[in-house]
Structures are given as structure tokens and as C-alpha cells.
């Protein structure tokens, strides 16, 4: 089964790894959301990008939820002594990633090819493909203004009550190589369990993967994000509520109703009334949840297909 | 007194040290060498800046002789893990440096204020200035043809043979704002015991400097980096040989014959015939030793004033 997965950083990363590890290696590809993208300190970091390279190679520091297991911070704390800025934190190991990359995009050279060389040396099978090449930049309108992302999600801890998200450059990005052809070649197309508003709506901001998902024949099925009535992780409930949406599948639902064929929902909720469901248990904490959880995706897709 | 030091790396900061601790902390001006400078996985890299900044306040790593103390190796390992050049040994602390300092450049900001932010930072009263804010390149011809300074000294740890020293550049270089004033208005001008090739000559080789130090009122005092017929460290005496130089004082002497008055000797080495010499103890392990070569040099260079 060839199948695509759009996805966001940490829940999506689990999603991904869920197939990879369900006999799909050889046949996934990731589509990651550049959105959160940022140049900090004349670095070019990605984060969900790098998010799946450390999921998919078992470097992840799972106890903290983002960057490199045994990871040393000697640059950050020098960074401090010489009075630089330290509000995101870059890892001493998570650096090679970030000046790699910059030295690599100032020579020219895309992102797409960049990143496989990154999954290549660390021994990852799945595809991971940046959605655009060119540069999509998120920003969160709260009640403190509007804040760049990494300045609302890392700076702000998320704490900002948020009114809108917009995606800069969309309209305007191309979808990156690869991206459209995986799509409409596709078995299946998942859409992972990511923050719907600030993880995956930049993938869809992006026309060409938009027309794409329109035009694929593929079963596109969603992973709900809600298990119990609330968010495993991250602001996705939080932002529901200062948006006035309900934290249900209904909303889910209705989110993506332009594209999505069905939902798979946790077995604690109800299932959406507009579009089919399958329900299970959806928190993915072992590898064996995440084997479990994408099982079930699949079994729902391949259901879809006449 | 107020002093000036035309310095290189390590040997040069040792002797800026012995200055800062002689009671001339307020007053002495180290003008830097940045001929050895260079980008790295784009970064700008100034390792001459770097051994004073660290070893000035006190974060050097003396027993392995260039870097920080307690540095971490996080980066570089993640660099070898990815395939990327690992031969020039970026630390995870050092690479602060070289990070900030390459996003300020970028910026349009100076290498001069960058240095005098990071040395305040770090509670160093010592005034250090790159010898020229235009960039100068020590290109090195040799059995295996010409190299890069950083490919030759690191790359190849001085093993190729060497002919030829040339400093790309330096013609169209200016001095740095404040480095000619520095040097017309000082009470003394030292050269430190750096590498009179590949560290004093690059900074010699600004027509801005070379004019300065013609036209100062102040002794010029060389402290000769000759100790018992050889070179304390480094490549100084293989070049020399190399260079069918024979690695004794009055070579030291000839080679600044232009600017020097007179020369800092080590006891156990014969002074040189063409100008006054002074002889001491000049190895410089302890703290004691590089205050000792320090009050040496500057009694010598009080003798020479009227």
C-alpha cells in the first residue's frame, strides 16, 4: 500500500513511525508541514521536519516531547554567557541539523534534497518531503498581538488567547517536488493526528496540495486529534475553545470536510455524524499503540476503497 | 602605560595575559591577526580572536592548547553521523561564537564591535581588535600546493612543505577603526611571540599598520618566539627550516629588522648582533611566567624610551 501522510511534528511523527513499523516502510511518505519554519540566529530551523528525522531514526528525547535524546547544551549556555537570545532552546547535537541545512540552502540547494540526505545518513526508509519549497511562515493573531510561531508556541508557551492563524506565503508556495505526484499516486492519503489549525491548515493552505487532495482517488482519512474530549498534547484543545469550537469530532469533521472520506476516532468519543468513523483506542504512547493506531487507519482506508 | 600588542593565537594571548596582570589591564590594546580567519559550514571562524577571547578570560583549555575548558563534542558527532566535514573540531561551546558573531556579520554589524561585545561579556578589560575588518586570507604554497591556512594548519597539521606564504587581501585591507590610533598613540608597541610567518605577517602586511608602526614615537619591542634554538610550539621552527632560515635571533631580528628597536630573548638563545636585546627566562607555562615575560618586555621597551 502506497500511502501519504500529511502531518505536523510530534503526533504526527508517531502516526508516521506507527506505519513505517506496520510493514509500509518502503512505501510512506511523509509530507511534513513547513509552516513552523524560522531563521534563528541566521539559522534556518525547521522543527517538524526534524521532529520526524529523530522519531524515525529512535533519537528523539521522548520524556521531553521534542528535540534529541542525550542531548548536551554547552552552545546554549554560552549563548547565555555572551548575552545572545536563549528563548528557544537549539540542542547541542540538534545544532548539526540547523547549520547543516543553512550552509547547504545558502549554497542553494533545495530543502527536499537536504532532508533525504538527513534520512539517508540516519538510516530512515520513509520519504519525508517538506510540503513547499518555498517559504510559508505561520503567524498566530492573539490577544498580545500578532506573534510570529515560534515566538507564540515556544517563546509564549502558547499561552496567548489566539483569534486567527495565518499562513504567509501560501497562496504564493508551490507544493514541493514529489508532493503532487505522491498524492494522486497514492493508495491511501492519511492526515495525521497534528494540530488541525497550526499543524496541518498550512499543508492545506497550499493550493497545489489542495487540488491535489481534491483530485487524488485515494481514501483520505484523518486521524482525530481528540481523545476524550481534549487534546492529547499541545494547544490543539485550548485554541478550539478561543476559536469557539467545540473539542469534539463533529468539529474534526467539519474541519476537513472539503477532503477527508472518513475519521478515525478514539473509542472514549463519539464519532462524527457527516462522514463514516472508525473508532479504537488512539493514544499512541508505545510502539506498539502506534503499530495499533495505524493498523486501524488502514483498515478504515482500505475499507473506503470500492 | 598604555601597550600595544600585535598578536596571533595562543602563544600572543599568553603574553596579552602577562601584560593584563601586570597592572595594565586598563590600557593594553591587542590588535588580532584575522588572517587565519575563515567561513565553516558558513560560519565565520576567527581563531585567532578566539584563543584571546578564551584564554583572556580564563576559559581556555591549556593542556590541549586551542578551545574551550570543559567543552562538549555533541556537534561534531551529530556533523559525523550526517556525513558532514568534521576535519575543523567545532565545539559545542565554541560554536556560540562562531554563530553569534556570523548572524551579527550578516546584519551588517562590525567583527570590531562584535569582539569588544563578546569580551565585555566575558569581563575582559583587555581591548582586542581584529587587525583589519576587510577580509585577508593566509594562503600557504606548498609540496602539495597551495592550501588554505585552516587546511594546512588543521587539515594537514603542518605536515606539507612550505615555500611560500601569501596573505590574499591584505593590500586592499584597511586597518580596523581605533587600531592605527592605538599604535600612534601608544607608550610601547609589542609584537607577541607569534608565528612571525603565518600570525605577525598578515597584520604587518596592512599598508595602514605597517605605516603606523614607521611613524609611532613608541619603542617597538618584539618578544622572539625562539626559546633554546627552537620554536616553543607550533610550526614556527619547521618553517623556518623549511624557508632555509636558520632558528635563532638574528633571523627573528632581520625578519622586523623595518619596525623593530629592539627584541625579548630567551636566556639560553644568543641575542641578535643588529639590535638591542634584553635576556630572560621567556617559556611561559605558569601565570608567574607570563607576568615575568611581560614586566621583561615592557622594562625593556621603558629602556629604550628617552
Not at 521536519?49 to 516531547?65: C, E, P, R, W
Request: net charge negative; glycine share 8%; aromatic share 6%.
Amino acid at each position: 500500500m502506497k500511502a501519504v501522510v500529511l502531518t505536523g511534528g510530534v503526533g504526527g511523527a508517531k502516526f508516521v513511525l506507527g506505519l513505517e513499523r506496520s510493514g509500509l516502510a518502503d512505501t510512506v511518505t511523509a509530507i511534513v508541514n513547513t509552516g513552523d519554519d524560522f531563521r534563528h540566529l541566521g539559522l534556518h530551523v525547521s522543527p517538524d521536519i526534524d521532529t520526524l528525522l529523530y522519531a524515525l531514526s529512535g533519537k528523539s528525547n521522548v520524556a521531553q516531547g521534542w528535540g534529541r535524546e542525550g542531548e548536551t547544551w554547552s552552545f546554549l549556555s554560552a549563548v547565555q554567557e555572551l548575552g545572545g537570545p536563549d528563548w528557544f532552546r537549539l540542542g547541542d547535537g540538534d545544532l548539526a541539523l540547523h547549520v547543516l541545512r543553512s550552509e547547504r540552502l545558502a549554497r542553494g540547494e533545495t530543502l527536499s534534497a537536504i532532508v533525504a540526505d538527513f534520512a539517508a545518513a540516519w538510516g530512515i526508509p520513509t520519504r519525508i518531503l517538506p510540503m513547499s519549497e518555498d517559504p510559508v511562515r505561520t503567524f498566530v493573531d492573539t490577544d498580545e498581538g500578532e506573534l510570529e510561531f515560534q515566538r507564540y508556541f515556544v517563546g509564549r508557551q502558547c499561552a496567548p488567547k489566539v483569534s486567527a492563524i495565518r499562513f504567509e506565503g501560501a497562496q504564493a508556495a508551490r507544493a514541493a517536488p514529489g508532493v503532487v505526484d505522491a498524492i494522486l499516486s497514492a493508495d491511501a492519503v492519511f492526515i495525521a493526528p497534528s494540530n488541525p489549525y497550526l499543524s496541518v491548515d498550512p499543508l492545506l493552505a497550499v493550493a497545489d496540495i489542495a487540488a491535489a487532495l481534491e483530485q487524488t482517488r485515494a481514501p483520505i482519512v484523518a486521524i482525530s486529534p481528540i481523545v476524550g474530549g481534549t487534546a492529547v498534547k499541545g494547544p490543539t484543545a485550548k485554541i478550539m475553545a478561543e476559536l469557539d469550537i467545540a473539542p469534539d469530532n463533529d468539529a474534526i469533521a467539519d474541519h476537513y470536510a472539503a477532503f477527508v472520506d472518513a475519521l478515525l476516532v478514539d473509542a472514549s468519543d463519539a464519532a462524527p455524524a457527516a462522514i463514516p468513523a472508525r473508532a479504537t483506542h488512539t493514544l499512541m504512547k508505545t510502539l506498539d499503540d502506534k503499530i495499533h493506531v495505524a493498523r486501524e487507519a488502514m483498515a478504515l482506508a482500505k475499507s473506503l476503497i470500492p
